[in-house]
């Protein structure tokens, strides 16, 4: 061999060449065993450098597309870490990649301004102006600080198996009801390509949670296999209105979904010991036991029970619990009607108008808050608060419970869910109430059924409906999927309120006088502020808004196309709802329609 030297021997060679191949696999073994938590730290170390060159380009370069290009790559290199950030950060998460809206702290009385990605994007999209720079320098540096506490943190805990798995698992419910959605990419609208960053980033979590048993790595290639070509269609498919968002979540995130319950089983991994919204069982998001209503109850003793839900449908028709004895819970909230009135708004005791429309009790138990305004937590707190209140039924639980301590009926119901009490209790039947309205889920409509099965069941016109509803109309921004209301996934932990301007009267030049959530907290912010409620059953439960001020769905749409208050020319400082216009089409206004009747449960479909 001529370019060897002439002192060396062939079996120096054979020696020295097998040594080589010794330390090459000896090296890949070694990167084999790095860590998740090892992996982590790498990844913000590539981050913070992706940060830092940002920042360079911004303060040497006043080029937009170069500055906007610089953004989106950084934002993508955080979608690579996001899974394991917002799960196990969840504080310097809100201010790295949260609304770019104050982070109200309501009992206290103050607010903390947003800070990271989303604010820069405002700064940067759809135009950037040099003007922004000092402010764009200074966001740069608030999130290289946040950063650096997420690295702190992650350096510090131990990152086992089981959080590792939940983790992935809530990413998977992130991508689907707020990546692909542009919940976190608004006005960029680059929500398809980090997606697809954040759906790769658990390609490298699996083998380090496997124990190599066929069944495990069965079931571990199956879920890469669906990431790499979930993976392929975002980039194939990358642009944000014409995104098929019905087929990637059933082609994709449902199998990944699900096969990660089957990994998890494979590779005897415990549910993570948290109190979850979602069922840690369940295959999906969407399956009719994914939702856990406990998860929403005051304290254990409140737990959910048939016995209880017995006894509250029956005090749901009581009007013993009324003043004059004429008025039951059913008086507003007819089961027949979704449990809803169909009023603009109901009567008062006295005969006047009551100021807000009656909301739909179906799926009222997902949420963090009650009435229009949020003023109560809990659905035991918003049943006293019905029962007391003057304008409504203005009585009393304990006169009432003097009459049905007498009624035999009442007693053995009362036995049956209470069997450890030996008399009728006030918040017994507050929980009973609650416990009935808990049972009003049903999840069984028509879109329901398509994502809960292999069916097709929807029509072109529906299924464009959905992807516009998650996509160009952005409706799933605020009604977020599966629940369709304010509960922002996928911990479920907040329920949202919105500033829309609605206004007194259909196109009206006037926002309504309700102050709402700002009756009981004075924030600037919470003026004309209500709460985000369910869409489900939204096609039987008109006329729509707090003040019932719109009757049709057409009039609903129309007011969001036009860009909320704002659009109709109100005057709205606090506005939360992005004031631009949709620009829908009338056949996608059509379409819009035809999805949320899908969202109708089976026992009121006509």
């Given amino acids: 061999?001529?370019?060897?030297?002439?002192?060396?021997?062939?079996?120096?060679?054979?020696?020295?060449?097998?040594?080589?191949i010794i330390l090459l696999f000896g090296c890949e073994n070694k990167y084999s065993q790095i860590t998740i938590q090892q992996e982590l730290i790498s990844d913000i170390e590539v981050l913070n450098q992706k940060i830092n060159d940002f920042q360079?380009?911004?303060?040497?370069?006043?080029?937009?597309?170069?500055?906007?290009?610089?953004?989106k790559s950084t934002r993508l290199s955080y979608k690579k870490i996001e899974w394991a950030v917002e799960y196990f950060t969840p504080d310097p998460a809100r201010f790295i990649n949260g609304p770019a809206l104050d982070e109200l702290e309501v009992a206290e009385n103050t607010f903390f301004s947003p800070n990271g990605f989303q604010v820069i994007e405002e700064l940067l999209f759809p135009n950037y102006s040099i003007e922004n720079k000092t402010n764009l320098i200074r966001e740069i540096k608030i999130l290289k600080g946040n950063l650096n506490q997420v690295k702190q943190h992650l350096s510090?805990?131990?990152?086992s198996n089981n959080y590792?798995?939940?983790?992935?698992?809530?990413?998977?419910?992130?991508?689907?009801?707020?990546?692909?959605?542009?919940?976190?990419?608004?006005?960029?609208?680059?929500?398809?390509?980090?997606?697809?960053?954040?759906?790769?980033?658990?390609?490298?979590?699996?083998?380090?949670m496997s124990n190599n048993t066929n069944e495990s790595n069965v079931s571990e290639k199956k879920i890469l296999d669906l990431i790499n070509r979930g993976e392929q269609y975002c980039q194939s498919h990358p642009d944000f209105n014409t995104f098929d968002r019905a087929y990637f979540i059933k082609k994709?995130?449902?199998?990944?979904?699900?096969?990660?319950?089957?990994?998890?089983?494979?590779?005897?991994?415990?549910n993570a010991n948290t109190n979850s919204v979602i069922n840690p069982n369940t295959a999906t998001i969407f399956e009719k036991k994914a939702f856990n209503v406990n998860a929403f109850?005051?304290?254990?003793?409140?737990?959910?029970?048939?016995e209880k839900v017995a006894l509250g449908k029956k005090l749901f028709y009581e009007t013993s619990f009324s003043k004059n004895k004429t008025r039951s819970c059913s008086s507003c909230h007819n089961p027949d009607k979704a449990f809803t009135d169909n009023l603009k708004t109901n009567q008062s005791l006295d005969g006047d108008q009551l100021n807000r429309n009656t909301p739909t009790l179906t799926y009222a138990s997902l949420q963090n808050a009650q009435f229009w305004d949020m003023r109560q937590l809990d659905l035991e707190k918003q049943s006293l608060d019905v029962i007391q209140n003057k304008d409504e039924m203005h009585g009393n639980i304990s006169n009432a419970i003097q009459i049905l301590d007498r009624d035999k009926a009442?007693?053995?119901?009362?036995?049956?869910?209470?069997?450890?009490?030996?008399?009728?209790?006030?918040?017994?039947i507050q929980n009973s109430l609650a416990s009935y309205i808990r049972s009003l889920n049903a999840f069984d409509s028509k879109f329901d059924i398509y994502m809960q099965s292999d069916l097709e069941n929807f029509s072109i016109e529906e299924k464009l409906g959905f992807n516009l509803f998650a996509g160009k109309a952005k409706c799933a921004t605020c009604h977020f999927i599966p629940l369709f209301n304010g509960t922002v996934p996928?911990?479920?932990?907040?329920?949202?309120?919105?500033?829309?301007?609605?206004?007194?009267?259909?196109?009206?030049?006037?926002?309504?006088?309700?102050?709402?959530?700002?009756?009981?907290?004075?924030?600037?912010?919470?003026?004309?502020a209500f709460k985000t409620p369910s869409l489900r059953n939204v096609a039987i439960t008109a006329p729509y808004m707090h003040n019932g001020v719109f009757s049709t769905l057409e009039e609903v749409i129309d007011f969001y196309d036009t860009g909320g208050g704002i659009g109709l020319g109100i005057a709205i400082e606090n506005q939360t709802l992005p004031a631009e216009k949709l620009n829908l089409t009338q056949k996608e206004k059509k379409a819009l329609i035809a999805f949320m009747k899908t969202l109708t449960d089976t026992e009121y479909q006509k």
Avoid: C
């Fill in 490 to 528: 996928p911990n479920f932990q907040k329920t949202e309120q919105e500033v829309i301007g609605t206004p007194d009267k259909k196109k009206g030049n006037k926002i309504s006088p309700d102050l709402g959530r700002y009756k009981q907290y004075q924030m600037p912010q919470l003026r004309n």
């Fill in 252 to 270: 994709y995130l449902n199998p990944i979904s699900k096969n990660l319950l089957v990994f998890q089983k494979a590779n005897t991994i415990k």
């Fill in 410 to 428: 009442y007693q053995k119901l009362f036995q049956l869910a209470f069997p450890q009490s030996k008399k009728i209790e006030e918040w017994q």
């Fill in 156 to 159: 510090a805990i131990t990152i």
């Fill in 164 to 208: 590792v798995l939940d983790a992935s698992k809530m990413e998977i419910n992130r991508i689907l009801a707020l990546g692909i959605t542009g919940f976190d990419s608004p006005i960029a609208l680059h929500a398809v390509p980090e997606a697809k960053i954040s759906l790769g980033s658990l390609k490298f979590l699996l083998p380090k």
């Fill in 297 to 306: 109850i005051p304290s254990d003793e409140y737990l959910y029970t048939k």
């Fill in 56 to 71: 360079t380009i911004v303060e040497e370069s006043n080029n937009e597309k170069k500055i906007q290009d610089a953004f």
């Fill in 1 to 20: 061999m001529k370019f060897f030297k002439s002192n060396y021997s062939k079996k120096t060679f054979l020696i020295l060449n097998f040594t080589f």
